[in-house]
């Protein structure tokens, strides 16, 4: 899935036009958070798994 600069302007402008100025850097800051928090969740998940099968071996 390539994404081009001409569809990436058109997200920004409709993104604009919705949520306005003032709270693009709150979904931002909030988008990130959750991204980081997630990664933090699945990289404990396969974390886990190493460690299980490391035992039975």
Excluded: C, S, W, Y
Aim: glycine content about 10%.
């Amino acid at each position: 899935m390539n994404i081009g600069f001409g569809e990436i302007a058109l997200i920004v402008f409709f993104a604009l036009l919705i949520f306005g100025p003032k709270k693009l850097p709150e979904l931002g800051k909030a988008a990130g958070k959750t991204l980081r928090e997630f990664k933090k969740a699945t990289n404990g998940i396969i974390d886990d798994e190493e460690q299980k099968t490391q035992k039975h071996d």
